[in-house]
């Protein structure tokens, strides 16, 4: 039974999309920026609260770029999510 539980959680976060997965790490480096979204929030809405500009500018990149492809009913390519992860980085 102790195994169980492992494994529960190893395949409950492989399931997840890519999608969901680069959203997460965006929304928790921008928590540890001291930057909370709230639910009620789009990311848009979120980016501009944002008074730091050198965040905020690259938080409104990953932005735009994420609803580019998520809006458009586009796959999440790996050279897409590449790119947004080098944004995170860079916040």
Known sequence: M??????YVLIKNVSKP???KMLASFLKKMKKRGYSKRASQGLEEFVQTIEDERI???ALDFTQ?????????RLFMRNDLKDLRKIVSLI
């Open 2 to 7: 102790g195994i169980a539980i492992p494994m």
């Open 18 to 20: 890519p999608e969901e």
């Open 56 to 58: 905020r500018e690259s």
């Open 65 to 73: 770029r994420f609803h580019k492809i998520y809006f458009r009913d």
